[in-house]
C-alpha cells in the first residue's frame, strides 16, 4: 500500500486576497509561503491562471512565477495552469522557456483546456483570437515542439524556449484530460480539489490510456487535494468556514475577496447550496492531525496517486502556514 511518507507532497496557490487586504499582501504572502514549503521539503509550489476574480491574484502566472522562483532555490515553481485556449501557444512557449532558461531545472508548465473564465472575460482576453477547447490535443503537440530540439524545416521558434524541455503536465477535472495525457505518454494532474466526482474514472482512463513516451515511461499522477489541518479537529473546522463561505460566494456570484472563519455556517446557506459546497470539498482534508493522516491514507490505498498537491484557503496567513507545517510533519512520518 502508498503510504503518505512515499509520495511527494507540494502546493498549490491562489494568491488568495482578503477582505481586508489587498493584491499586494497576497503576491508577498506567495512568495513567503513558497519560502516556507520549500524549507519543509515540498517538491513544487504552483500557481493557478484565474481572470476577473477580485478574491484571487495569481491571474499573470508567468510573471508571479518569475517572482517565485527569483525568490526561492530549490523548489520547483509552475503553473498549474496556465488554460490554453486563452493565449497562443508561442507566446506561452517564450514565456515558459525564458523562464527555464533563468531558472534551470525548475520549472514546470500545466496546461487546462478550461477557458478559466466567463464568456465575457474571455472576449477580453483573445478579443479575435478565435481560442477554444477544441483545439488543445493541437495546441499541445505545438507546445511540445516549440520546447524541443529545432528542426531543419521548423520555421517558428520559441526563443528563449527551444531545446529548453520545459515539462508539461496536462491538468484536467473531466475524463478529456485524462486520455489525452495518457496517449501523449505526459504526467496527468486531476482537479480533485473542485471537481472530486470525476477522480476514480479519470485515473483509470488515464492509467488505460498510457503510452509510454521519451519523458515517462509509465503513468505518473498527481491529485488536487483541499487541506485545512490544524491542530485540533475543532479549530480546523472552524477555520474551513472560510473556506466555505468563498465557494458559497462563488455559486452565488459574489466577490470572492476571503472572508473570515465564523462559528457556524447555519443561516448563511441554503440546504442546496450546503449541498454543492459539501460536493465541491468532497475529497477535502479537514482536522487535526491524526484525521488528517487517516484521510490521506484512504485517499492513497484508493488511488495509488505518485504525488498530491495541496491547496490551503485559510484566512490568516499564520494559519495557512501551520497546515502545511501539519502536513509536512506527517508526510516524514
Given at each position: 500500500m502508498t503510504r503518505l511518507s512515499d509520495i511527494r507532497i507540494s502546493t498549490l496557490d491562489l494568491a488568495p486576497i482578503r477582505a481586508d487586504g489587498g493584491p499586494g499582501q497576497a503576491l508577498r504572502n506567495s512568495l513567503e509561503l513558497a519560502r516556507h514549503v520549500e524549507r519543509l521539503g515540498y517538491t513544487r509550489f504552483w500557481v493557478a491562471e484565474h481572470h476577473n476574480m477580485d478574491g484571487i491574484a495569481s491571474s499573470a502566472t508567468a510573471v508571479l512565477i518569475g517572482y517565485l522562483a527569483a525568490g526561492t532555490s530549490t523548489i520547483r515553481v509552475g503553473a498549474g495552469g496556465v488554460m490554453l485556449p486563452n493565449h497562443a501557444p508561442l507566446v506561452i512557449a517564450e514565456q515558459f522557456g525564458t523562464l527555464e532558461t533563468l531558472y534551470p531545472g525548475r520549472i514546470d508548465l500545466g496546461l487546462g483546456r478550461a477557458p478559466g473564465a466567463d464568456q465575457y472575460t474571455a472576449h477580453a482576453l483573445r478579443r479575435d483570437r478565435a481560442g477554444s477547447a477544441d483545439d488543445f490535443p493541437a495546441d499541445v503537440e505545438e507546445m511540445q515542439r516549440y520546447f524541443g530540439p529545432r528542426t531543419p524545416d521548423q520555421r517558428v521558434i520559441a526563443m528563449p524556449g527551444t531545446g529548453t524541455g520545459v515539462p508539461i503536465w496536462i491538468l484536467g477535472s473531466s475524463l478529456f484530460g485524462a486520455q489525452l495525457a495518457g496517449m501523449k505518454g505526459l504526467p496527468f494532474a486531476f482537479a480533485s480539489h473542485f471537481a472530486?466526482?470525476?477522480?476514480?474514472?479519470?485515473?483509470?482512463?488515464?492509467?488505460?490510456?498510457?503510452?509510454?513516451?521519451?519523458?515517462?515511461?509509465?503513468?505518473?499522477?498527481?491529485?488536487?487535494?483541499?487541506?485545512?489541518?490544524?491542530?485540533?479537529?475543532?479549530?480546523?473546522?472552524?477555520?474551513?468556514?472560510?473556506?466555505?463561505?468563498?465557494?458559497?460566494?462563488?455559486?452565488?456570484?459574489?466577490?470572492?475577496?476571503?472572508?473570515?472563519?465564523?462559528?457556524?455556517?447555519?443561516?448563511?446557506?441554503l440546504p442546496h447550496e450546503r449541498q454543492a459546497v459539501g460536493d465541491f470539498f468532497g475529497l477535502a482534508v479537514i482536522g487535526g492531525p491524526e484525521k488528517v493522516r487517516a484521510r490521506l491514507e484512504v485517499l492513497l490505498e484508493q488511488t495509488n496517486a505518485d504525488e498530491l498537491i495541496f491547496t490551503s484557503d485559510m484566512y490568516d496567513f499564520a494559519d495557512r502556514l501551520r497546515s502545511y507545517e501539519i502536513l509536512a510533519e506527517l508526510h516524514r512520518g
Open positions: 472530486p466526482r470525476m477522480l476514480h474514472e479519470a485515473i483509470r482512463v488515464y492509467r488505460n490510456h498510457f503510452t509510454p513516451s521519451a519523458v515517462l515511461d509509465k503513468p505518473y499522477v498527481m491529485l488536487g487535494v483541499p487541506l485545512l489541518a490544524a491542530d485540533s479537529d475543532e479549530r480546523a473546522e472552524y477555520l474551513a468556514t472560510s473556506a466555505y463561505q468563498r465557494i458559497l460566494a462563488l455559486i452565488r456570484g459574489q466577490s470572492l475577496v476571503q472572508r473570515p472563519p465564523v462559528e457556524s455556517m447555519e443561516g448563511l446557506w
